[in-house]
Structure formats: structure tokens, C-alpha cells
């Protein structure tokens, strides 16, 4: 079982619909990160949290640091959304990032 | 640009072959990673340096991998006798000394280098 479990995988929207991702960790963690990623390989980071919530423009991201759980919303979804968002972990001494696998979202016009 | 860069952003070379990626962080941070992606997957952490000392190794480092931060500042990342499955984009990330970061841990990524072994 993976440390950092994402749902879903693939998720395709209407333009304008709510998405939410998922994740779930099973380790201990300094913060819980939000990133997404371009075709061609860039990393942006788009949130780090340790407790409750966060707001940027449409997008939300929340932490449950009890259940080890943490979404991450998009209201009126646009195409410009498309691309894949991962979660990850920073664990350990280093603080080194444990990833989830990544949701592909396409959102379609 | 005070970003994080990589060169090569591309590299294609034939198995057996030795490659050398290099990273040069953002110029205040002495905090650097090295990761993994294979296609469809998320990153994996390979190895973590703190100013020039590795700190951390991945398993996943065998011992064709060797990674240096001479100096402290830019890094670099060696593979040795490829094999195919050393295809993967090679990632690098800088973090801000802890005393500047707090509890969180923001890293900043550079582009990547595709790595192709044929």
C-alpha cells in the first residue's frame, strides 16, 4: 500500500462543474502539499497546509489531520484547469516529499 | 530568471552510456532534492543534500547513481551504464534554510530533465 493514496486517477468535468480530489497518507507528516503538473514536466506548488483549510482564487484545499485526509476543490472548473495535480507529504528529518500518483483532469469546454 | 534550473532539459542516449544532470538551485536556499517520475507515476525521492552534505539516500539510488553538491550551491546527479529503465524525468528541488522555512517545507522545482536510454 502506498504511503500517499490519491482518487481519483482520471477525472474528466464540464466546464464550469466542482471537482474534488482526494487523499489519504499513512505516515507522519510536517505538511501536506498540492502541486500540479504541466505536459512537458514543470512542478508548480499550489498549496502547503498543516491544519484546516486554505483558499486561492477557485481553488480550495482542506486537511483532516485526525483522519489523514485531504481534498482538494475547484469551483467553475475551466479547460485552463486541465493538467495533473498531485499530493504529497513532507515526511522525516529531510522533509523530503512522499507523492501520491497524481489525477489527470480534463476539463472539457 | 531566480529560479531552479535544469540542463539538459532533453537527453537521449543509447544503454550502457554515462549521463550527468546538473541543478542549479535558487541562489539562497541550501536545502536540495533530487527525484524520480516515470511516466504515469508521481515523483520518488532519490536524495536530499543540506548545504553540500547528502543527508538522505533513497534504495532506489543504486550504486550506478551518484549525486554532489561540491560546493554547496549547483548539483549534480550521475548515472552510470544505463539501462532502459533509468528512463524516467529527473526532477530537482531547493527549499530556503529551515530557520527561514519554519515547520513547512515549500519546495521549488525545476523543469525536469527527460532522460531516454534506447
Known amino acids: 500500500k502506498n504511503e500517499v493514496e490519491q482518487s481519483p486517477q482520471n477525472l474528466t468535468a464540464q466546464e464550469g462543474e466542482f471537482i474534488t480530489i482526494n487523499c489519504s497518507y499513512s505516515v507522519g507528516i510536517s505538511a501536506l502539499h498540492w502541486l500540479q503538473q504541466h505536459p512537458g514536466g514543470g512542478i508548480v506548488s499550489l498549496f502547503m497546509?498543516?491544519?484546516g483549510k486554505k483558499k486561492h482564487g477557485r481553488l480550495i484545499a482542506t486537511i483532516n489531520i485526525q483522519e489523514k485526509h485531504s481534498s482538494l476543490h475547484i469551483t467553475a472548473s475551466h479547460p485552463r484547469d486541465s493538467a495533473v495535480y498531485i499530493c504529497?507529504?513532507?515526511?522525516?528529518?529531510?522533509?523530503?516529499?512522499?507523492f501520491g500518483t497524481g489525477t489527470l483532469l480534463a476539463v472539457q469546454p | 530568471d531566480t529560479g531552479v534550473s535544469q540542463n539538459p532539459r532533453h537527453k537521449i542516449t543509447k544503454r550502457g552510456q554515462n549521463v550527468t544532470f546538473r541543478c542549479d538551485p535558487i541562489?539562497?536556499?541550501?536545502?536540495l532534492y533530487w527525484y524520480r517520475q516515470t511516466l504515469g507515476q508521481g515523483p520518488e525521492f532519490l536524495t536530499y543534500?543540506?548545504?553540500?552534505?547528502?543527508?538522505?539516500k533513497s534504495r532506489l539510488l543504486s550504486d550506478r547513481f551518484s549525486a554532489e553538491r561540491p560546493k554547496g550551491s549547483f548539483s549534480t546527479l550521475e548515472i552510470q551504464r544505463t539501462e532502459q529503465g533509468d528512463s524516467a524525468m529527473y526532477l530537482c528541488?531547493?527549499?530556503?534554510?529551515?530557520?527561514?522555512?519554519?515547520?513547512?517545507?515549500?519546495?521549488?522545482f525545476g523543469p525536469g530533465t527527460r532522460l531516454t536510454v534506447l
Open positions: 504529497a507529504v513532507s515526511s522525516g528529518a529531510t522533509n523530503k516529499l512522499i
Open positions: 543534500f543540506q548545504n553540500e552534505a547528502q543527508l538522505e
Open positions: 497546509l498543516s491544519s
Open positions: 541562489s539562497e536556499h541550501n536545502r
Open positions: 528541488a531547493s527549499s530556503p534554510p529551515f530557520r527561514l522555512a519554519g515547520v513547512y517545507n515549500e519546495q521549488f
